[in-house]
């Protein structure tokens, strides 16, 4: 086994001790489950001083669901997300992506920030040291040069996260908080405006600052659904995840959000196909044209197993097959 | 004497099964010793370099670091293969993969010695590296090692029999294919440790292998030191697959620094390290060329292999004659030509994996000959039933076949899956396949020229009525100590529980060669049963004269010895060998089993001869989803004869894992490398093993043909249960969706290529 490297952990008890206490230790991470960033450690991607672990922080645990919506606490395991029977039945797209994350251990101890705050992936990248060091090094680690596309002055780390597309498809917000001047800071936007199309810096979290939940809207007959591609039927990322959310009023589709993953280096809103759906009545052939245009925005490059045109090719058919069953399926 | 059986035949609870379930069993890596240090080798970050000078003083002064070794130390060349002695425990003069071991530190703590292997200064004059192995072939500026005599060769082969010329003239139909099956790697759970210790000028080595005896020998040559100075102890082992069936650099490099040191060092992989070790199956190009008459039966075959061997020998040039000579069966092939080549490659080198040298073969030729059934229009299972080898035969190349259940398991495999009312009658996107196999039960020769048996065991029984079986087998989790206990417990007549097996240490167990070429059932098996056959002959002759009665009236049976249905002519098993005791000295057995002279008549007549083979045919379902090209496998009906199944449970787990490894190489596993050298895949993430998911139902269906020479009629189980699962899953997406697939794994993307292909006119 590769070594750990040596940090100190630190276990605040409240949000606000765990924030500064990142504000006084600037090479500090926070940690939940640690199934990403343990693993990275090993590798020398990162070397933090201090590791603040959150899962002491009770504010962090906690789910609400009422009429106005839900609050999902970052510390959320992803076993409790998609084992709540109130998410499966209502934001169904959410407990189906949080049950394709790796494997059951491992959705046992991944928390829900912890995905959504998930690294960006690279075959160039998640590599031990050592090969690191033979290959010569990466745009995103410790080189300046991309081993995927050569030239580019940009990372193309691919988004990996599972959860992030459902949660985007349902209209998640995020809420973040910090600590500025000895006091606490929030923010709160949009889930799909958290994320920044570069690899290396893959969101707009600030240091120091730390993802505490999710609010989403609520779910007024909302029908969703998660795909997921990938070479075993357990443990490996995506090679390409779409999630669908949409209402079906007087046989027209509403609301339509169609949210493709593991494309790019970070979501992509299907705005496309979006836009063929909405308003519309769905036919199968409808779907499939919608399908069509799943992957306008989308950049797959070299950098996992299989193609980028066959994960293109993947997306469009999971996208059709997904929307189908949708669909058909009875009224939520 | 004629009696049922008391045990064999009878699920019985492995000896080992508790330490295992509960944890409580050590592996080397659990193992901790006084002063223990921890060692770490460093590896070559290019793939073909000359060494031009290293540098260790700023590692050996930094604090913490109690030794440093590299080549220099031991510059002693050695090789599992006589004929292929090509590696140093570390590099002396040139590096030839990334990854190739350097030199190995020894510190107080890991973190130090991480730090001290990047202290190490290695100046490297960068050569020009070769990754194809068709390069290999030809190219003379390039040379991996100095040796070759034409380009990159290790090894060619060239072999015929019979009238190749006249069987491919009196063929109604020649059908000529080309394959490729990618390299695949053991993955083991446990990664190699080895932990050793220099003690009043002797080693004492506990390492995860699966040779002790081959790895003691070859300790002493590197060493320089005389054997019996040297003791190697295989603790609990976590799976091996043919990856820890040689000597490997971390167990030299772990007695090395041990040495310098003056204290214990102990080395494990990282699961990187495990990938870059390898020496699993060769990636290989294969052409097959075959002659059929219009009914089927086969006239001539011709065959070709090109062996990307990466950076050493290892097992390789058995591989090479492996590819060949495993053709022969299990169809009657009246007349076989074979040209080979393995070729040195700037990659972790390849050696044996489970199936060993008939893997990739077998699924080339066995979807030829479905292709050249659907040629003549005959039906897949009766173009194999009308070719099937008979038992008491001899293959073209002279092997020896004695028991053969292979039609047997075509019959009961195909009607597993209703193979006549559904094959070809399936929903388009879904079909089933077969495929037949057949592999040696252990070499007929061993692995250095010898005299001696194989496989040896002592068998003591004291006077608590314990029994206990001492052999050099290394159990690496297949269970071989079950089998030991069984065997002897059979034999003796007492219950497999009161039988204790003290195995792989070779200080104080006779010698068996190693667990591979699937040889330990059949060989350390018949050793046990001669032991055994001893120390009962002992026991009954002291009771016979006790009792007055004559031996052939007594019987053991339920830890009772005497006359059956008189309880007052009989002892408790303990009491009985108490009076056999009472004779003087303890009361012991040994065996020893030595094959058969079977080698061939001609040069390389060594390699493929052994006293008994299995037989197997399994039936693959599959669906193909012909959007996606994804192909999942719905059920493998899998037929193995392996003589006689001794313990029902362990012979289905062997053939259940080996189709779970044979389904993994097939759809998911790809040992592959980047165009620079760097392994593209060395984590458990990224390889893709199958997981539980990815695995159908599986139906384990042992056919037993008694073998004449195996331990009650035992042979091997666990090894060509491999061979047929690949290309009956390949066969069977042809039946579902009318393509076929000549390269190995079977990606989504190459599925949906040959559809595309099809469809044009």
Known sequence: ?332 | MSREFQWIGKPVLRIDGVAKVTGAAMYTDDMRLPGMLVGKILRSPHPHARIRRIDTSRAEALAGVKAVVTGQDAPVRYGILAVAEDEYPLAVDKVRFVGDEVAAVAALDEATAVRALSLIEVDYEVLPAIFDPHEALIRDDVKIHEETRKANIERKVSLSFGDVEAGFSAADHVREDTFFKAAATHAPIEPHSALAQYQDGKFTLWSSTQVPHLLHRTLAKVLQMPAEQIRVIKPFLGGGFGGKGEALPLEFAACLLARKAGRPVKITHTRAEVFLTHRGRHPMHMKLKTGVKKDGSITALQFESLLDGGAYGSYGVVTLYYSGQLLTGPYVIPAFRFDGARVYTNKPPCGAQRGHGGVQPRYAFEVHLDRIATDLGIDPLAMRLKNAVEPNTRTVNELRITSCGFKECLERSSRAVSWTERRGKLPRGRGIGIAGGFYISGAGVAIYFNPMAHSSVRIEADRSGRVTVFCGASDIGQGSDTMLALVAAETIGIPPESVRVVSADTDTTPVDLGSYSSRVTFMAGNACHAAAKEVRNRVLSAVAEALDVPVDRLEICDRVVGVPDNERKSFTFAEAVALAESRGGPVCGSGGYTPPNLVGSYKGGGVGPSPAYSFGAYAAEVEVDEETGSVKVLRLAAAHDLGRALNPPAAEGQVEGATVNGLGETLLENHAFLDTGQHASPSLLEYKVPTALDVPEIEAILVESIDPEGPYGAKECGEGSLHPSIPAIVNAVYDAVGVWIHELPITPEAVLKALRKKEKP
């Open chain 1, 1 to 332: 086994m590769m070594a750990l490297p040596a940090f100190r952990l630190m276990k605040p008890v409240s949000l606000t001790e765990a924030l500064s206490t990142l504000a006084e230790n600037p090479g500090a991470l926070p940690v939940a489950g640690g199934t990403d960033l343990l693993v990275s450690m090993k590798q020398g991607l990162f070397n933090p001083t201090h590791l603040v672990d959150l899962k002491g922080v009770p504010d962090l645990q906690r789910i609400d669901i009422s009429e106005h919506g839900v609050w999902l606490g970052a510390c959320l395991r992803l076993s409790e997300l998609r084992d709540h029977s109130e998410i499966r039945r209502r934001y169904t797209a959410l407990s189906e992506a949080a049950n394709l994350v790796a494997s059951p251990p491992l959705q046992n101890r991944g928390t829900l920030g912890g995905n959504i705050c998930l690294d960006t992936r690279c075959w160039y990248y998640n590599q031990s040291a050592f090969w690191r060091h033979s290959l010569g090094y990466c745009l995103k680690r410790e080189g300046n040069i991309c081993r995927v596309v050569p030239g580019s002055k940009r990372c193309y780390a691919t988004f990996s996260s599972d959860t992030v597309p459902a949660l985007i498809a349902l209209g998640a917000r995020v809420k973040l908080a910090g600590w500025h001047e000895g006091a606490l800071t929030e923010r709160e936007f949009p889930l799909e405006d958290f994320f920044v199309e570069d690899g290396i810096r893959r969101n707009v979290l600030r240091p120091g600052e730390v993802l505490v939940g999710l609010r989403l809207p609520p779910a007024q007959a909302i029908r969703s659904g998660y795909r997921k591609y990938r070479q075993r039927a357990s443990i490996d990322y995506p090679l390409v995840s779409i999630a669908v959310a949409l209402r079906i009023a007087e046989g027209k589709l509403e609301n339509v959000r169609v949210v493709v993953g593991a494309l790019a280096s970070a979501p992509v809103l299907a705005v496309e196909t979006m836009a063929v759906l909405e308003g519309s009545r769905p036919t199968p052939d409808l779907l499939g044209r919608a399908a069509e245009f799943v992957t306008k925005r989308t950049r797959p490059v070299k950098n996992q197993a299989s193609s980028p045109a066959h994960r293109r090719h993947m997306a469009r058919v999971l996208c059709r097959r997904l929307l189908e069953q949708i669909v058909m399926a009875p009224g939520a």
